[in-house]
């Protein structure tokens, strides 16, 4: 049976993360271009905003890991090739990649470097080196910073695909936004 929309929890889940990882990206891009003496500022939001993301990916993985029948009976948009609905595929699966592996990256990167883990008002604190496990925690935390860095490069730009697709398939008078609503009646489950 194909379904025309996800479910209630998948919508919230959806927006939930939606928001959090926009500025994160917003911030580090900002950081990226500010003067230096406000560059701490403007990484101090982004790592606050990647574990707060971090944080809310997870339980959206598990949901739809566990819930895959839900996902695979929403059916493509009416309208759609078969190219167009690959394409949606492949940016949807690399999109959960990135918002998995991003946060990931850099919490090991904080945790396992040592300097911790911002959190908007405070900084939860890192593993503590000890001669033993120095060199290893920090060969994680450098090639955390490697996957991190090089995912970032090109990842960041799937977030404006997936935003630029909506509005394509909104301007075709496809229902997209309707589909991924938490405020329309969808199945509760």
């Known amino acids: ?4 929309a996800y479910t209630k929890v998948a919508s919230y889940m959806h927006w939930i993360v939606a928001f959090p990882m926009i ?14 003496e406000q560059k701490g500022e403007w990484m101090f939001r982004h790592k606050s905003l990647g ?13 739809r890991l566990l819930n895959m029948s839900k996902f695979s009976a929403v059916s493509h948009l009416p309208g759609s090739g078969h190219i167009e609905s690959k394409a949606a595929d492949f940016s949807h699966t690399a999109l959960y990649g990135f918002m998995t592996i991003m946060p990931a990256t850099g919490i090991a990167m904080g945790y396992y470097g040592g300097k911790g883990l911002p959190f908007f008002t405070t900084t939860i604190p890192g593993i503590v080196h000890t001669d033993e496990t120095k060199q ?11 996957i991190h860095k090089q ?6 730009y799937l977030i404006p695909l997936h935003a630029g697709a909506a509005v394509a398939h909104f301007g075709r008078g496809q229902a997209i936004f309707a589909r991924i609503n938490p405020f329309r ?3 509760k489950h």
């Open 51 to 63: 574990l707060l993301t971090g944080m809310l990916v997870a339980p959206r993985l598990a949901y």
């Open 136 to 146: 290893g925690n920090v060969s994680i935390a450098k090639q955390s910073f490697s």
């Open 1 to 4: 049976m194909s379904a025309s």
């Open 151 to 156: 995912l970032g490069v090109y990842g960041k």
């Open 23 to 36: 500025g994160c990206v917003g911030s580090v891009l900002k950081a990226q271009e500010a003067p230096k």
């Open 185 to 187: 009646g969808v199945p």
